[in-house]
């Protein structure tokens, strides 16, 4: 009786929590990497998610690295 109830707990966790949840889809991604003349490096990162409710969010970020 514990393992039948072991496995339909396991078969719960994989299947009913990521459709409850949902998942994020990256729609676009783009990643810059630009040296400069003086040795630092400047990455830039785009990325667009659209969520599951389908809003979508756009993240931009931007590091320099000396």
Do not use: Y
Not at 2 to 31: H, Q, W, Y
Not at 36 to 46: I, P
């Amino acid at each position: 009786m514990k393992r039948i109830a072991l496995n339909l707990m396991l078969l719960g966790s994989m299947f009913a929590v990521p459709t409850i949840v949902g998942c994020d889809r990256t729609v676009s991604e783009d990643k810059t990497v630009k040296t400069n003349s003086d040795g630092s490096t400047e990455v830039k990162k785009d990325k667009t998610v659209e969520k599951s409710d389908g809003t979508v969010e756009t993240t931009k970020t931007k590091d320099v690295q000396k």
